[in-house]
């Protein structure tokens, strides 16, 4: 049986309805006939103090943050993935800061805002209008979560990228260790062709790894001097099929990326062949390359000091600043060689070809030159002092400036030469052939030149004082201001028989 309940007439709810809004209207009524405190104008106009003390609160620590971190960042004592972390912080504290400025002053300034609100401004917003700012706001908020989340994603995706490329890198290095160490391994072995191919392995690892450049070619240059033919035993003409499979890989090596000089001291490798062998400031001193191959080898500022080059092939090589002393290159071809600089110091050239080489300010003291053909040669400024030039052939040879003081030049065809300032003080030219030479204000001062020919040479101004004359053949020589004073072996009288004189000429 249902429960009936009692029916509610329509007309006391609609009393009830009508008394509730006289309620409100009455409240309402209450709440405007309360007298509202006016500010005064000074409070309704002054803008509110912007809280620069909790600014600073959290702005101070977020600076201090982002500048630990990127200081840290740069600290390169610590772990890298650390240092990556760290950056990432600074970062997304960079962009938090730069967000804040972009949203806040620089916001309200391109939107025509140049002072705070003040409190009577704020009074006059209404509901919508304040609605309207929450909302705003709320919007301008979820815009920069957004962006701090694809900033964060940014950070985060290319320490990602970073650490891929370091495991890569790692797996990299680890390969390029297995294949450096079974090369050196095949090295050892007995067999020709193992060996052959551990030297070409190691070769490729140097071009394929930077950083292990200077280690392949400090094994190899070690591989060609420890297994340098024994002491006791007769050097071979040429040498071993792997020795030289490695000394063509040194030479072609990338020199840029060298970090010391290559060593190859005392190597023995009589006919070698390292035709254009980059060998640049490497150390190959005491070595026997005799017969070698070095054609158009690159041999820059490398130490040669006594390494014997006997009959070696070095036409058109650059030994520019290179460190000759005391080695031996009798009857090498040096043929258009670049040797500028040099110091060929008590070197020994005999029977060499020199050709139209390059011998500026090259030093050649005590050097023996003896029947060594200079044919065309340049030896602008060179140092021959008490150099051994005897027999040898300097026809055509610019000696502008060189210093031959006390060299013996005796014997010596220096025809058509240019010596013009050239220092020969005290020179043995005994027997040279000087015809057609230039001699434009030499020092001649004490020089032996019994028996040389001077036919239509140029001595304008060259000092012969004191120098022998001895059956010297003047005819046609130019004399003309020139010193003769005390010379020996010709009277003034059959001088000017021969030779062309002036007014200024002196006896």
């Given at each position: 049986?249902?429960?009936?309940?009692?029916?509610?007439?329509?007309?006391?709810?609609?009393?009830?309805?009508?008394?509730?809004?006289?309620?409100?209207?009455?409240?309402?009524?209450?709440?405007?006939?309360?007298?509202?405190?006016?500010?005064?104008?000074?409070?309704?106009?002054?803008?509110?103090?912007?809280?620069?003390?909790?600014?600073?609160?959290?702005?101070?620590?977020?600076?201090?943050?982002?500048?630990?971190?990127?200081?840290?960042?740069?600290?390169?004592?610590?772990?890298?993935?650390?240092?990556?972390?760290?950056?990432?912080?600074?970062?997304?504290?960079?962009?938090?800061?730069?967000?804040?400025?972009?949203?806040?002053?620089?916001?309200?300034?391109?939107?025509?805002?140049?002072?705070?609100?003040?409190?009577?401004?704020?009074?006059?917003?209404?509901?919508?209008?304040?609605?309207?700012?929450?909302?705003?706001?709320?919007?301008?908020?979820?815009?920069?979560?957004?962006?701090?989340?694809?900033?964060?994603?940014?950070?985060?995706?290319?320490?990602?990228?970073?650490?891929?490329?370091?495991?890569?890198?790692?797996?990299?290095?680890?390969?390029?260790?297995?294949?450096?160490?079974?090369?050196?391994?095949?090295?050892?072995?007995?067999?020709?062709?193992?060996?052959?191919?551990?030297?070409?392995?190691?070769?490729?690892?140097?071009r394929d790894s930077p950083r292990d450049h200077q280690n392949v070619y400090d094994v190899?240059?070690?591989?060609?001097?420890?297994?340098?033919?024994?002491?006791?035993?007769?050097?071979?003409?040429?040498?071993?099929?792997?020795?030289?499979?490695?000394?063509?890989?040194?030479?072609?090596?990338?020199?840029?990326?060298?970090?010391?000089?290559?060593?190859?001291?005392?190597?023995?490798?009589?006919?070698?062949?390292?035709?254009?062998?980059?060998?640049?400031?490497?150390?190959?001193?005491?070595?026997?390359?005799?017969?070698?191959?070095?054609?158009?080898?690159?041999?820059?500022?490398?130490?040669?000091?006594?390494?014997?080059?006997?009959?070696?092939?070095?036409?058109?090589?650059?030994?520019?600043?290179?460190?000759?002393?005391?080695?031996?290159?009798?009857?090498?071809?040096?043929?258009?060689?670049?040797?500028?600089?040099?110091?060929?110091?008590?070197?020994?050239?005999?029977?060499?070809?020199?050709?139209?080489?390059?011998?500026?300010?090259?030093?050649?003291?005590?050097?023996?030159?003896?029947?060594?053909?200079?044919?065309?040669?340049?030896?602008?400024?060179?140092?021959?002092?008490?150099?051994?030039?005897?027999?040898?052939?300097?026809?055509?040879?610019?000696?502008?400036?060189?210093?031959?003081?006390?060299?013996?030049?005796?014997?010596?065809?220096?025809?058509?030469?240019?010596?013009?300032?050239?220092?020969?003080?005290?020179?043995?030219?005994?027997?040279?052939?000087?015809?057609?030479?230039?001699?434009?204000?030499?020092?001649?001062?004490?020089?032996?030149?019994?028996?040389?020919?001077?036919?239509?040479?140029?001595?304008?101004?060259?000092?012969?004082?004191?120098?022998?004359?001895?059956?010297?053949?003047?005819?046609?020589?130019?004399?003309?201001?020139?010193?003769?004073?005390?010379?020996?072996?010709?009277?003034?009288?059959?001088?000017?028989?021969?030779?062309?004189?002036?007014?200024?000429?002196?006896?």
């Amino acid at each position: 049986m249902k429960r009936s309940h009692p029916r509610v007439p329509a007309r006391e709810i609609v009393a009830a309805a009508a008394a509730a809004k006289a309620r409100r209207a009455i409240r309402a009524a209450a709440r405007a006939a309360q007298p509202e405190r006016t500010p005064t104008p000074a409070e309704a106009e002054a803008p509110q103090a912007p809280p620069w003390g909790r600014r600073m609160f959290w702005l101070l620590p977020v600076l201090a943050l982002i500048v630990a971190g990127a200081g840290a960042a740069a600290t390169p004592s610590i772990p890298d993935w650390a240092r990556w972390t760290l950056a990432g912080v600074a970062l997304i504290g960079a962009s938090c800061l730069a967000i804040a400025f972009l949203l806040g002053p620089a916001a309200r300034r391109l939107a025509g805002e140049r002072a705070v609100l003040t409190a009577a401004e704020r009074r006059e917003m209404t509901a919508n209008e304040r609605v309207e700012a929450v909302n705003a706001a709320r919007h301008t908020l979820i815009q920069a979560a957004t962006g701090l989340v694809v900033i964060g994603g940014v950070v985060f995706t290319a320490q990602g990228l970073w650490y891929t490329a370091q495991t890569l890198d790692t797996a990299r290095q680890t390969q390029f260790t297995d294949r450096y160490t079974k090369a050196v391994d095949q090295l050892g072995s007995s067999k020709l062709d193992i060996r052959l191919g551990g030297v070409y392995a190691l070769e490729r690892v140097a071009r394929d790894s930077p950083r292990d450049h200077q280690n392949v070619y400090d094994v190899l240059t070690a591989f060609i001097r420890e297994h340098d033919p024994t002491r006791t035993a007769k050097l071979p003409t040429r040498p071993a099929t792997d020795i030289q499979a490695a000394l063509t890989a040194v030479g072609r090596r990338k020199v840029h990326m060298d970090v010391g000089a290559i060593n190859l001291m005392e190597i023995r490798m009589s006919g070698a062949r390292l035709a254009g062998a980059d060998l640049s400031d490497g150390d190959l001193s005491k070595a026997i390359l005799a017969d070698a191959d070095l054609l158009g080898a690159n041999l820059t500022e490398a130490t040669l000091t006594g390494t014997n080059l006997t009959n070696a092939d070095l036409t058109k090589a650059n030994l520019t600043e290179a460190k000759l002393t005391d080695a031996n290159l009798t009857k090498a071809n040096l043929t258009d060689a670049n040797l500028t600089y040099t110091n060929l110091t008590k070197a020994t050239l005999t029977g060499a070809a020199l050709t139209d080489a390059n011998l500026t300010n090259t030093g050649l003291f005590e050097a023996n030159l003896t029947e060594t053909i200079l044919t065309d040669a340049k030896l602008t400024g060179a140092s021959l002092l008490d150099a051994d030039l005897s027999g040898a052939i300097l026809d055509g040879a610019d000696l502008t400036s060189a210093g031959l003081n006390e060299a013996d030049l005796g014997g010596a065809d220096l025809s058509d030469a240019n010596l013009s300032l050239a220092g020969l003080g005290g020179t043995d030219l005994r027997g040279a052939n000087l015809r057609g030479a230039n001699l434009f204000s030499t020092d001649l001062t004490n020089a032996n030149l019994t028996n040389a020919n001077l036919i239509g040479a140029n001595l304008h101004g060259t000092d012969l004082s004191g120098a022998n004359l001895t059956n010297a053949n003047l005819i046609g020589a130019r004399l003309t201001d020139a010193n003769l004073s005390e010379v020996t072996g010709m009277t003034e009288q059959d001088i000017r028989r021969q030779a062309i004189v002036d007014s200024k000429t002196r006896f």
